[in-house]
């Protein structure tokens, strides 16, 4: 199994996109992996949440990670969070 290494970008984002690593990694771990522009790679993954996202409360999470593997890793390129 290949280390999951976050961009220094990826790494500004999470906070304020409301996901963690851990949920980065389960996302690509495992949900399904389709092609993203740029010859990247994307996942997506939902997860309960039932809170309060800036003032709405919301019934699930989504995680989107947008990544390349190289040969010894994973590289996680941008995070998008939805929430619904």
């Not at 690593?21 to 309960?48: G, H, M, S, V």
């Not at 989504?62 to 010894?72: L, T």
């Amino acid at each position: 199994m290949k280390p999951i290494r976050l961009s220094l970008h990826a790494q500004a984002q999470i906070a304020s996109r409301g996901t963690s690593e851990d949920e980065i990694e389960e996302a690509i771990r495992t949900a399904e992996w389709t092609p993203a522009e740029l010859q990247r790679l994307e996942c997506r993954k939902n997860f309960t949440f039932g809170k309060e996202w800036n003032g709405t409360m919301y019934a699930t999470k989504q995680v989107r990670s947008i990544f390349v593997e190289e040969d010894e890793e994973i590289v996680v390129v941008t995070v998008y969070v939805y929430y619904f």
